[in-house]
């Protein structure tokens, strides 16, 4: 598994364009989490239906539904999240045009002290 520092030596040598990839794959896995999540919650509604009882969906939405939303960077919901998935690929592609910011952390390998 490559480090952060691999990809950032990569966007600097012309033809390489691996990091570029990896967060547009990491874009489109989160596209497909809110797409699986969108489903799963209309399964709740509409067996909730089935039950006649809205609560149970109302309470996913409000709860279970909502923290991942918001953890994907989908919807805020009261309580938020510290870093969603969104913020993430949004630092990976500005970190990737141009390198980590003055602060940043270098990555290390368990093995490192």
């Known amino acids: ?23 547009d794959r990491l874009e489109s896995i989160r596209m497909e ?3 699986l999540l969108n489903e799963a919650e209309h399964l709740v509604k509409e067996m909730a239906k089935e039950v006649g009882d809205r609560v149970i969906a109302e309470r996913a939405h409000s709860y279970w539904v909502g ?28 970190a990737e045009q141009s390198g980590p910011y003055e602060y940043a952390e270098p990555y290390k390998n368990k093995d490192e002290k």
């Open 1 to 23: 598994m490559k480090t952060f520092t691999d990809y950032l030596e990569m966007v600097h040598r012309p033809g390489m364009g691996e990091m570029s990839d990896d967060i």
């Open 33 to 35: 989490m809110m797409e």
């Open 67 to 94: 923290h991942i939303k918001s953890a994907l960077g989908d919807e805020e919901y009261e309580g938020g999240s510290a870093t969603t998935m969104m913020e993430t690929i949004e630092e990976l592609r500005e």
